[in-house]
């Protein structure tokens, strides 16, 4: 139906859904230093509104046949300014399949080591969080309160029954 540089519009007869093009994947960060986890916070277009992450980006991207492991590592330097030494593969996920196709590689980062202050490419404008995993409902919460949008995969972290 349409297609753009990173999205595409398709039909199946009566279903409608959006896929990545190219081939390009996403490749989704969980990375815990010392009982504390890196959240990202950004303002996301389609929401109107900042939104909390995990770190993630895309694969491929950018340079054609990426590792997602060598991408995972890049894009969290570039978003929290922590280097991971490597990253353990936990897998493959679909976040919303009932309308985009997109997986996602969710990766745990190894040996971290602060060498910035994060915050993304140009234009990004992240906003870098290390939050103790005690305290992430109540981080959550706060966040909710003051209109941020949470994403989904932040469920991960949280006790079972939680907001």
């Keep these: 139906m349409w297609e753009g540089r990173f999205i595409t519009a398709r039909r199946q007869g009566k279903w409608e859904y959006v896929a990545r093009s190219r081939g390009i994947r996403a490749a989704v960060i969980l990375a815990i230093d010392e009982g504390h986890v890196l959240l990202v916070e950004q303002f996301r277009v389609p929401l109107g509104r900042n939104c909390i992450e995990l770190p993630a980006g895309l694969v491929g991207d950018e340079t054609a046949g990426e590792a997602a492991d060598i991408a995972a590592i890049r894009e969290l330097e570039e978003e929290t300014g922590y280097l991971a030494e490597s990253m353990e593969d936990c897998g493959e ?70 907001p």
Excluded at 120 to 146: N, P
């Design 93 to 162: 996920f679909y976040s919303s399949p009932g309308m985009v196709s997109e997986s996602f590689s969710l990766f745990r980062a190894i040996g971290l080591t602060k060498t910035g202050d994060g915050g993304g490419t140009d234009g990004e404008d992240i906003i870098v969080h290390r939050v103790h995993l005690d305290k992430l409902d109540q981080f959550i919460a706060t966040k909710r309160a003051a209109g941020a949008g949470i994403d989904v995969r932040l469920l991960l972290l949280l006790p079972f029954g939680q």
